[in-house]
């Protein structure tokens, strides 16, 4: 082997080695659909990490949608409601996707530690109406 095809075999290992670390690293995607009066998820488990949640407002009554993720073990059709909405400050809040319209998509990175996690439409009366889904994080 001469010394430029070791170069390039290096310089192509390299390349490669990068790729793939950045594939590793890239985290877990999730796509949560918020319709009428559901959440509806691509899946309902990951591995501990980042995750990129990509909320899209399926809806057709021109509603607007939010989706947030909890941390609880209580179970997703159970957390309490005051005033039409579940009182987020009673729980451990990872972060949200506020105010989407009727069509519209936001993604929402964050990194999970294992546990039983609740998303939520927090808008008023859409908890009541189903929408919820639980999500498990596993080591």
């Known amino acids: 082997m001469t010394v430029r095809s070791q170069r390039i075999a290096i310089c192509a290992f390299i390349a490669a080695s990068s790729l793939f670390a950045n594939a590793v690293h890239a985290g877990e995607k999730v796509k949560a659909t918020l319709?009428?009066?559901?959440?509806k998820l691509d899946t309902d488990s990951i591995k501990a990490g980042s995750v990129t949640f990509e909320a899209t407002n399926a809806s057709v009554n021109k509603q607007i949608h939010?989706?947030?993720?909890?941390k609880t073990d209580m179970p997703a059709d159970k957390l309490p409601v005051k005033n039409g909405a579940v009182p987020e400050k009673q729980f451990r809040k990872m972060g949200e996707v506020e105010d989407m319209a009727p069509g519209q998509s936001k993604h929402l990175t964050l990194k999970l530690?294992?546990?039983?996690y609740v998303l939520i439409c927090n808008q008023p009366g859409h908890y009541?109406?189903?929408?919820h889904a639980p999500f498990i994080v596993t080591p």
């Open 128 to 131: 009541a109406m189903g929408m």
């Open 113 to 116: 530690t294992p546990g039983h």
């Open 35 to 39: 319709d009428n009066d559901t959440i």
């Open 66 to 70: 939010e989706l947030v993720v909890l």
